[in-house]
């Protein structure tokens, strides 16, 4: 190769044909020969460089033998994304894994370390054919030839989501194969680079030099001699001798392109001697001489000289150097540190305006504004090996390709290589280099259709593991980039005391949190439900569980008076609580709260309770099984009338106060509330403390009733805590419990402007109390929708938060404000999946985020039948049948079965000797009579059916009862006089009259 055979393809030929050449027939691809991945999701992050993390992507795969193939499949509906790797035919070497380990090994962890929270899933056999199939399907092939370029500036516009955009609707596909090259190879290119670099740098500049002297000098010289010699030795000679010369020379020279000399030259010699000789010779000879010289010489000499020197420059020469030295040697440095691919890119579509659409619009957002002697172009595949090739993920071979070449000597291959062509004559491709290649096999920077783009915020990744295994309370697993990782993640039992708080928007996953955590404490529990039943379901796990429905008797009643308290407790603190319960649900003006709190006061003292000790005058044990001295609701709202005409109000006002009062409490006093409040006993809530108990308020539906009941629940929980925190203190145990609160708004809620001052005192009451009850072992779990609307103490007091998906900005600034939450990471509240949370607790640094561990389904999940919660209540009313909760059990002598139980929480014993005095119907008594026994009956109606009067109509009436009983009991005809009808109406409670 010449120099100027170079330099004419430089400057004439700037392109090279050699992807025009005859390609090899390729070898058909196997089924295990390659494997596929396709991107589900990718995890949006502004902050983490997406072409960056597919370098390193390429460099993790950078395995000879490998081809890395990436694949963008559009179709009329989507898009799909998959990364690939395949195994070079022409390689005979043996692969250190199969295609099917590198992919599991190494590809699909590489993206997903590099693309975190990327949803990855590998093809099976079926799905990789029919993408293998698709393609081989597409009848137009192009190809898009040269060096991609990254534009620094505007990397926002070079985005694949600009591609995919414009390529909507359209059937095609963006193939890009990559062959990394060896060091060895990369050392190859280099030097070749470094060669030619070489040869042309002498071509690059012309050097033309212009020189002129001039020179001109003169010399001239005299000299006289004169001889006088005299001898006398008999002889006598005489001589005479003159002499004179003269000497001229001249000259000029002149140098440059062309040089010219002139010398002339001059000498004239002149000698004149006049000789004379006389000689005489005697015996004897005398000689005298006399000699004189004179001379004279005279030198002049002139110079005069002149020089131009001229450089040229060849530009064309000058710029393949620049870009050698600046682009070409980067480049291949760069591959040196994280490789190079020989690659090309295919376009493939069914019609030639879709190949050239996408053609012309990958050129266009893969092309920059740097210096780039190779740029994109296109051109059309007819070669039908090569079009194989692309159906195999081959790249396509030369044929007489020349394996073994180790260096180029061929000019065009030279200018091949300075165009980025396949060196050494092996394939029909380009050299480029991760970087490059992440220009065109990327991922969108915005969601397309067929890829989810999802943002992602980084939370805490260190889960604590100091915390004892019978400690732990399992919740689910660590997410790292929107990705559920093998690691799983606790809270600490001990700190269960300092309570948890649960948010979270309706069907983000809250109620699976709580059954998760209910299951996992191993602690006995009370749920109290206002508006749901999703918590039945943990009856499939643990039959033991108890569930009440709250204003349906009809399932599974609950009896719970307000007024009963625990012997530890005082009088004054439950009706503070009381009236606490009231304020919290009830908007109360003026003087109501303290006519309520007077008239409770009056309500135990007409019950024989002293209000200073807290004892009863009328009953030896005030709080044993079957004794009923608390007041009801039913002797409040009386009384409230009593003591509403004691203050001295007017009529009017009294009136209104009357009419305020009644207008909250008279609706609590009838139908399933009334049955459920309006009772002598309350359930042992010392006892349900010691069980998993679920309290259903679905059935509850005006909000404030909901609310008050709520308070009266909480009131008593909180004092059977106190008590059995007390016994098991004595015993040197510890206790435990947890209530969960749903939807603790009710409750708990902030305190507005415009509220009533005694609503907000109600709400502090409860809020202290929930921050005091750690004390005795207790652990709250309040569970809400919208935070903003909770007390701030809530918030403030719980040291655990859990939260779900919340979409409110202020829900937001409330929680993530007392867990240290960034404003990214509060935004990120709102992209929450169904079942992620963000965690907070003791022992993590930073908050973490946690995938949830279903337990059980609320949705899938068979519902729980509601025979069998009617069974489990009524059962455990049969084993407590003596306590007195359901009035007139703990007068058998027999435990009861479910049937007795229905019939009394129903009021049937009652109701029939209704229907005995008032429409003469006795067919029900009777058979109650039989059943049970008319003496059973004859105490059951004279304790249920009628108000405590004087003891002499008590008597009067109980004897009239036995009479009356015992005859019917054996003649179902025995009539009722006028005179027993009399002595049975005095005292009938209101409810049972006609």
Partial sequence: MSKKSLIELLKNSPCVTQSQAPIEAPEELKEHEFSLYHIKQVTFDEDSPRKEAFENVLNALAIEGVIFTYLLLGNKTKVDFYFGIVKNK???????????????????????GNFRGSVVERLIKEDRETVKQIIGHFTHVSKLEGVPNVDEDNEQFQGVDRLVDIMSGDDFCLAVLADPLSLLEINKIENELHGIYDKLMPLAKKSIQNGENEAKTTGEAEGKTVTDSTGTNDSLSVTHNTGKSVSVTQGMSESGSSKQTSKSSAETDHDKHPSGSEAKS?????????????????????????????????????????????????????????????SNIYLLANSVASVLKLGNTARSIFSGA????????????TDKNEIDSVRNFQLPVLKNRQVEQTTITNSENQLALLLSKSPFNRYACNWLSTKELSVVAGLPQKEVVGLTLKEEVEFGLNVNQRIDEQNRI??????????????????????????????????????????RLLESAQVPFLVIEPAKTEYRVLTKRNQDILIFTLGN??????????????????ITARVDMIKASIEAAFDMEAAIPQL???????????????????????????????????????DLVKMTEVVVSDQGFDDRLKQDYIG????????????????????????????????????????IR?????SLIMGFVLANLNEAIRANHLQYQQRGEKFRHITLIEEAHRLLAKFEPGDSTNKKQGVETFADMLAEVRKYGESLIIVDQIPNKLTPEVLKNTNTKIIHKLLAQDDKEAVGNTMALSDEQKDFLSHLEPGRVILSSSGMSKPLQVQIKELVSTTTEQEVEPADIRHIALQYYAETYSSGVIQGLELLERKPSATDIADFLQGALAESWYLAIGKKDRKNLIDYIHRFGWQFMRQYIDLSCYDQTSEECSQTRAQCLKDFLEKLSSNSQERITLDLNKAFRIGLKVKYKE
Avoid at 309 to 320: G, I, L, P
Avoid at 370 to 381: A, D, F
Wanted: glycine share 8%; net charge positive; hydrophobic share 35%.
């Fill in 474 to 515: 399992f919740l689910g697993s660590l997410v790292k980039s929107g990705l559920v990782q093998a690691m799983d993640v606790f809270i600490d039992k001990r700190e269960l005391d300092k309570h948890i708080f649960i948010a979270g928007v309706t069907g983000s996953g809250k109620t699976t949190t709580c059954h």
């Fill in 702 to 706: 005006n909000p404030s009733e909901k």
């Fill in 660 to 699: 305020s009062i009644k207008a909250r409490l008279q609706g609590l006093l009838i139908g399933a509330k009334g049955l459920m409040l309006d009772t002598p006993r309350s359930i042992n809530f010392s006892d349900l403390v010691k069980r998993n108990v679920i309290l259903e308020l679905e059935e």
């Fill in 370 to 381: 740097e210096v780039n002697k190779s740029p994109l172009q296109i051109r059309s595949v």
């Fill in 553 to 570: 008797d009809n399932l599974a009643p609950f009896r719970l008076n307000p007024f009963e308290f625990f012997p530890h407790e005082n």
């Fill in 282 to 342: 005697k015996g004897t000879t005398v000689s005298k001489a006399i000699a004189m010289n004179t001379g004279t010489n005279s030198s002049t000499q002139h110079g005069t000289s002149s020089s131009e020197s001229r450089e040229f420059t060849d530009k064309n020469v000058q710029e393949w150097l620049n870009y050698i030295d600046e682009v070409l040697l980067k480049r291949v440095q760069l591959g040196k540190n994280k490789g190079l691919y020989l």
């Fill in 596 to 634: 309520i709190e007077a008239a409770i006061y009056r309500c135990y003292e007409d019950k024989g309770w002293n209000i200073a000790t807290s004892k009863n005058r009328l009953y030896a044990n005030p709080f044993a099984d079957g004794v009923y001295a608390f007041p009801t609701l039913s």
């Fill in 90 to 112: 022409k390689y005979k070497g043996t692969l250190p894994l199969d295609m099917d380990d590198i992919g599991k090994i190494i590809l699909k962890p590489s993206l997903e």
